[in-house]
């Protein structure tokens, strides 16, 4: 009996299994691997269906032969965890990788091998792969919209900015680090909101604020390393100073009424778009609606039974209804219920529409976080005299958010996919855009570029988003 057992793995004989397992995975790649790129088929010889079924059978047989626990290589270790446990995991991983190998002569030769760049027209597109000058002519539109091509500086230098004053943290001292979550929860956002919206809007309204945002930026910048002891002071002369130095000494009002300083041109937010939209829509309804998901959380777990109904009220509100639907109520309905002098611009409405409809999400994302974590934590940080806003402060919501991080990661990743829906309200993001330049007469029939681009930008910035949640985890992972 022992003789028929002649194909379990041994570790007496491990290198002859290893050996004969791996030549044989490899021999029936190799014939997938010839089949599809060159074709040609070394088995043909043989009966079609042996031949057919030939590669996944060798496959199998190879897989089985270097199933062995604790082999000592790390390598071959780790296939067996992973996708060599048992038989069927076998045959389901030599299914994907055949599958796999299969489908990439077709991908690339359209991809890459058959693909147009050159040109400027769509006369150049006339093999059967992909036509790349679509996106080339089309580059502009897609990341900045209908945006004035001379005006797009405006939008590229906002973007730098903030993303510069959004790395401040990593350079402040460890004794201002302490200020990070103000800034960060309150300064930042505001100053980011006004940058954005007057300096790429423009016109005359943009000398009304640019002296003050200026003036902020510039003492927020530096004081975070100004020594605590000049710190009041500092706050209180830099942006005073700041703001008049720039208001009266370098851009009087007399410059702008001679015509030596012009006002930056006008553009309405219905002209905004592409990725830049994207990127706008989504920043700002991250950082809006994760501070009211927070206090949404804590109100629905409240002893004071008017806090705790309200939030409940607003959470189930808001994760009742479609996210289409409420992009389609904040631009149409609300408007009307708005006195006849009042306007909301419409990306506003928007963006305070779906941050509102995620923080209902993050509410319930962080109220698990608070339901994990033992009444233990609460009792010892009340046996130490904290009050309510200190407990949560220090001692649970670290704790809580800590544990929900994947959570909260992947809240945010469905916010930036959702942005696409923007388009039912008139506004064209990068997908908004695509469906614009589609139904082009001069480019029809070029949809598929279109939306393999727009997948990949989207895979990029979700992928690098899941890699930072992921960091994040393993920087604040403790043992429990």
């Known amino acids: 009996m022992n003789k028929l057992n002649f194909l379990q793995p041994d570790k007496n ?17 190799f014939i997938v691997f010839l089949n599809s790129f060159f074709n040609k088929d070394i088995v043909s010889f043989l009966p079609r269906p042996i031949s057919f079924f030939l590669p996944l059978i060798l496959g199998f047989i190879g897989l089985h032969l270097i199933r062995i626990d604790y082999s000592g290589l790390r390598f071959l270790d780790s296939i067996n965890k992973n996708i060599n446990t048992n038989n069927f995991n076998a045959l389901l991983s030599l299914l994907i990788v055949f599958v796999v190998i299969k489908s990439l002569p077709p991908f690339l030769s359209w991809f890459i091998l058959d693909a147009n760049i050159a040109g400027d027209s769509k006369d150049v597109c006339t093999g059967s792969g992909a036509c790349w000058t679509y996106i080339k002519i089309w580059f502009n539109r897609f990341m900045y919209g209908m945006y004035p091509n001379p005006e797009q500086w405006r ?8 993303a510069f004053l959004g790395t401040i943290g990593f350079f ?22 006004f940058f954005i919206f007057f300096f790429i809007s423009g016109g005359p309204i943009f000398f009304d604020f640019s002296y003050g945002i200026i003036a902020a930026v510039i003492s927020v910048t530096i004081g975070f390393f100004i020594p605590s002891k000049f710190k009041m002071y500092y706050f209180i002369i830099v942006p005073i100073t700041t703001y008049i130095l720039l208001k009266y000494v370098f851009f009087y009002e ?35 609606c994760f501070p009211i998901g927070l206090f949404l959380s804590l109100g629905r777990r409240s002893d004071f039974p008017i806090i705790k109904y309200i939030s409940i009220g607003m959470i189930e509100f808001w994760r009742g209804v479609p996210l289409i639907t409420v992009l389609f109520m904040s631009s149409v309905m609300f408007p009307m219920f708005l006195p006849e002098d009042m306007f909301i611009d419409k990306l506003v409405r928007v963006i305070i529409a779906i941050s509102l409809f995620e923080a209902a999400y993050v509410a319930e994302v962080i109220r698990g976080g608070l339901q994990a974590l033992p009444r233990g934590q609460y009792d010892a940080a009340k046996s130490l005299g904290m009050g309510y806003w200190k407990m949560h402060i220090l001692v649970i919501l670290p704790q809580a958010l800590k544990l929900v ?4 990661a992947n809240t945010f990743l469905a916010l930036v996919k959702d ?8 506004l064209l993001e990068i997908v908004g855009m695509l469906n614009l330049a589609k139904t082009n007469p001069e480019w029809l029939g070029f949809a598929m570029e279109g939306y393999v681009f727009a997948s990949a930008l989207f895979f990029i910035i979700c992928y690098a988003m899941s890699k930072y949640s992921y960091n994040l985890e393993q920087k604040y992972k403790t043992e429990r």
């Open 155 to 162: 939008i590229n230098l906002s973007f730098i900015a903030l």
């Open 13 to 29: 004989n491990f290198y002859t299994y290893l050996y004969t397992g791996v030549i044989l995975v490899a021999l029936s790649i």
């Open 254 to 288: 007399e410059l702008i009424e001679l015509g030596k300083l012009e006002a930056l041109e006008w553009v309405e937010t219905g002209a905004w778009g592409g990725l830049s939209l994207t990127f706008i829509v989504s920043f700002f309804c991250l950082i809006f």
């Open 172 to 193: 402040a001292t460890e004794k201002f680090k302490k200020y990070l979550t103000l800034y960060y929860v309150v300064v930042y956002p505001l100053i980011a909101f």
């Open 405 to 408: 991080i994947p959570g909260i």
């Open 419 to 426: 942005t696409p829906l923007i388009f039912v309200v008139g």
